[in-house]
């Protein structure tokens, strides 16, 4: 088999393909067995019948025809392997010949395919970057936040007769019109004032109402038949409450921990505040990695491939192709579709490999995310076409982590960081699974590992270096044991509403779905549609916990 590539612009080439009459030959007699066993010529026994006798019957051109659609992808997939070009999404195939169909049997298939291809991507030598992460520096103020939000957590509401005030939670009316229609209505929503999970404009129509008194304000609707329009909204708030916290004494201490004291529940608090901020330097660490390699190369996007994914989005939209949202969203999918292509790059460079086990984690992660059995979404995930996406998602991931370990990392005063209870080490990569379990043995049975169960975590976050990339947060020692009485305002919360106006959906917030605050896995331009957008505010309110 003979094959030529021909660069058409800089991310589309043209392959042509020369098959030979012999190289051809096998999917011929496969393509005569297969249609003898269809059908019938009297003397003969299906699947016995000559291949001249067939010739008479149907037509070698149909012989010819069934034996080129079964073999042009395997003359593909050689061609693209031989040529050592990376295609993106599918070709463009055009058969230009094919094998005499009348006479002495002979001649050869030809046909030319177009697809996209991954530009070249330079990357820079990463011994030779340096990335520059916060210090690690807790304030008293983070600990009397993390303090509060603990005593939320044993709170309660109580009623107030005075005007709203924000962070209080309020009992709402709502309901939007659009000329004379109403669009939507709820009725009953707990909401916090300030938590901005509603429409633009609720909070300002809200404070400094008293309760049972009506306010109208104006918001444009994100979504449903009257996206982009301005609705009338009409807001009455039932019911004024704020929370009532307990006092931060050494009682609240044994009752919210495993301390006697509120000193050293404060102290604990540190360590957590510290450890946090810790890990969130990984986080940020590799973030700054990224942004410097965007900003130290410079490469075309394959329009067509952009043009698919734009496709796709609208699809699970419901929009039709010419749907103006789609130029709203290409500068985005354009660029995930860049950093996806550029951490690709990395992992080849690297050598990033995927191995089962990491895999198998990442689609249980997902399908407990999903609520799903991991049974079920794996098989979901394997009769879409979305294994091959993950795994991609993975070595992107893996990459990132891996690149963190060459570049140098320093802190705001050129001290050195190390992150490798974060992101692995080469040693531990090279040790295999049995060195790294050895390793976690090891510390477990040391004196620092006794007094602290948590670095048995930290090592098994290390090991994995899908789960290096996005940093998880250190763990530290559990701050509130007990478990507090369900107040007013988480019963509240709780309390089902109809949607209302949604802030805008974009494939931006397709892109970081999978995002939470344990996993920030690079984000992907074509692993997963974009969910449609929402026709409704969000109208469940969330408690301040």
Do not use: C, W
């Given at each position: 088999m003979k094959s030529a590539v021909e660069n058409l612009e800089p991310t589309r080439v043209k392959l042509t393909v020369e098959v030979s009459y012999d190289e051809l030959k096998p999917s011929l007699d496969h393509a005569y067995s297969h249609i003898g066993e269809q059908v019938n010529v009297p003397g003969f026994r299906k699947g016995k019948v000559p291949p001249r006798i067939l010739d008479q019957r149907v037509g070698r051109g149909a012989v010819i025809e069934h034996a080129v659609n079964d073999s042009l992808s395997g003359f593909y997939s050689q061609a693209v392997a031989e040529s050592d070009i990376k295609p993106l999404g599918q070709p463009s195939i055009n058969v230009t010949e094919i094998p005499a169909v009348t006479g002495k049997p002979g001649g050869q298939l030809v046909f030319e395919a177009e697809v996209d291809v991954r530009p070249e991507i330079t990357l820079p030598a990463l011994d030779g970057l340096e990335v520059t992460v916060d210090d690690v520096e807790v304030a008293d103020e983070d600990v009397e936040e993390r303090l509060t939000a603990l005593r939320e957590r044993f709170g309660s509401l109580v009623g107030v007769e005075r005007p709203i005030q924000d962070g209080d939670f309020v009992v709402i009316d709502l309901s939007a019109k659009v000329g004379d229609e109403e669009v939507d209505s709820v009725s009953g929503v707990s909401y916090q004032i300030g938590a901005g999970n509603m429409l633009d404009g609720l909070d300002e129509a809200l404070i400094g109402a008293s309760a049972d008194e009506t306010k109208t304000f104006t918001a444009a609707l994100a979504g449903g038949e009257h996206a982009g329009e301005d609705a009338d909204v009409t807001v009455t708030a039932t019911a004024v409450k704020e929370r009532d916290l307990p006092a931060a004494d050494d009682e609240f201490a044994q009752l919210a921990s495993e301390f006697d004291t509120i000193d050293e529940l404060r102290a604990d608090l540190r360590t957590q505040v510290s450890n946090d901020k810790a890990a969130n330097r990984a986080v940020q660490a590799r973030d700054v990695l990224l942004e410097k390699l965007r900003e130290a190369t410079d490469f075309p996007v394959p329009a067509g491939v952009v043009d698919a994914e734009i496709k796709r989005h609208l699809e699970a939209e419901g929009k039709a192709e010419d749907d103006p949202h789609g130029e709203e969203v290409r500068e985005e999918v354009t660029d995930l579709l860049r950093e996806q292509l550029l951490l690709d790059t990395l992992a080849e460079q690297l050598e990033v490999g995927v191995t089962q086990n990491e895999l198998l984690e990442f689609l249980v992660r997902n399908a407990q995310q999903y609520g799903m059995e991991p049974n079920q979404f794996i098989q979901a995930a394997a009769q879409t076409g979305q294994i091959g996406a993950f795994t991609g998602e993975i070595a992107?991931?893996?990459?990132?982590?891996?690149?963190?370990?060459?570049?140098?990392?320093?802190?705001?005063?050129?001290?050195?960081?190390?992150?490798?209870?974060?992101?692995?080490?080469?040693?531990?990569?090279?040790?295999?699974?049995?060195?790294?379990?050895?390793?976690?043995?090891?510390?477990?049975?040391?004196?620092?590992?006794?007094?602290?169960?948590e670095s048995a975590d930290s090592a098994e976050s290390a090991d994995s270096a899908d789960e290096a990339a996005a940093p998880k947060k250190a763990p530290a020692k559990k701050a509130a044991a007990k478990k507090p009485a369900k107040d007013d305002a988480a019963e509240e919360s709780e309390a089902p509403a109809k949607k209302t106006a949604a802030k805008k959906a974009s494939a931006k917030e397709t892109a970081a779905e999978e995002q939470t605050a344990s996993e920030a896995p690079a984000k992907k331009a074509t692993a997963k549609k974009a969910p449609a957008k929402k026709a409704a505010t969000k109208a469940k309110a969330d408690d301040a916990e």
């Amino acid at each position: 088999m003979k094959s030529a590539v021909e660069n058409l612009e800089p991310t589309r080439v043209k392959l042509t393909v020369e098959v030979s009459y012999d190289e051809l030959k096998p999917s011929l007699d496969h393509a005569y067995s297969h249609i003898g066993e269809q059908v019938n010529v009297p003397g003969f026994r299906k699947g016995k019948v000559p291949p001249r006798i067939l010739d008479q019957r149907v037509g070698r051109g149909a012989v010819i025809e069934h034996a080129v659609n079964d073999s042009l992808s395997g003359f593909y997939s050689q061609a693209v392997a031989e040529s050592d070009i990376k295609p993106l999404g599918q070709p463009s195939i055009n058969v230009t010949e094919i094998p005499a169909v009348t006479g002495k049997p002979g001649g050869q298939l030809v046909f030319e395919a177009e697809v996209d291809v991954r530009p070249e991507i330079t990357l820079p030598a990463l011994d030779g970057l340096e990335v520059t992460v916060d210090d690690v520096e807790v304030a008293d103020e983070d600990v009397e936040e993390r303090l509060t939000a603990l005593r939320e957590r044993f709170g309660s509401l109580v009623g107030v007769e005075r005007p709203i005030q924000d962070g209080d939670f309020v009992v709402i009316d709502l309901s939007a019109k659009v000329g004379d229609e109403e669009v939507d209505s709820v009725s009953g929503v707990s909401y916090q004032i300030g938590a901005g999970n509603m429409l633009d404009g609720l909070d300002e129509a809200l404070i400094g109402a008293s309760a049972d008194e009506t306010k109208t304000f104006t918001a444009a609707l994100a979504g449903g038949e009257h996206a982009g329009e301005d609705a009338d909204v009409t807001v009455t708030a039932t019911a004024v409450k704020e929370r009532d916290l307990p006092a931060a004494d050494d009682e609240f201490a044994q009752l919210a921990s495993e301390f006697d004291t509120i000193d050293e529940l404060r102290a604990d608090l540190r360590t957590q505040v510290s450890n946090d901020k810790a890990a969130n330097r990984a986080v940020q660490a590799r973030d700054v990695l990224l942004e410097k390699l965007r900003e130290a190369t410079d490469f075309p996007v394959p329009a067509g491939v952009v043009d698919a994914e734009i496709k796709r989005h609208l699809e699970a939209e419901g929009k039709a192709e010419d749907d103006p949202h789609g130029e709203e969203v290409r500068e985005e999918v354009t660029d995930l579709l860049r950093e996806q292509l550029l951490l690709d790059t990395l992992a080849e460079q690297l050598e990033v490999g995927v191995t089962q086990n990491e895999l198998l984690e990442f689609l249980v992660r997902n399908a407990q995310q999903y609520g799903m059995e991991p049974n079920q979404f794996i098989q979901a995930a394997a009769q879409t076409g979305q294994i091959g996406a993950f795994t991609g998602e993975i070595a992107r991931n893996k990459a990132l982590a891996v690149a963190l370990r060459q570049v140098s990392v320093k802190d705001n005063e050129g001290n050195a960081v190390d992150l490798s209870e974060y992101i692995g080490s080469d040693e531990l990569d090279a040790a295999g699974p049995e060195g790294a379990a050895a390793a976690e043995a090891a510390e477990a049975g040391s004196p620092e590992s006794a007094e602290s169960p948590e670095s048995a975590d930290s090592a098994e976050s290390a090991d994995s270096a899908d789960e290096a990339a996005a940093p998880k947060k250190a763990p530290a020692k559990k701050a509130a044991a007990k478990k507090p009485a369900k107040d007013d305002a988480a019963e509240e919360s709780e309390a089902p509403a109809k949607k209302t106006a949604a802030k805008k959906a974009s494939a931006k917030e397709t892109a970081a779905e999978e995002q939470t605050a344990s996993e920030a896995p690079a984000k992907k331009a074509t692993a997963k549609k974009a969910p449609a957008k929402k026709a409704a505010t969000k109208a469940k309110a969330d408690d301040a916990e």
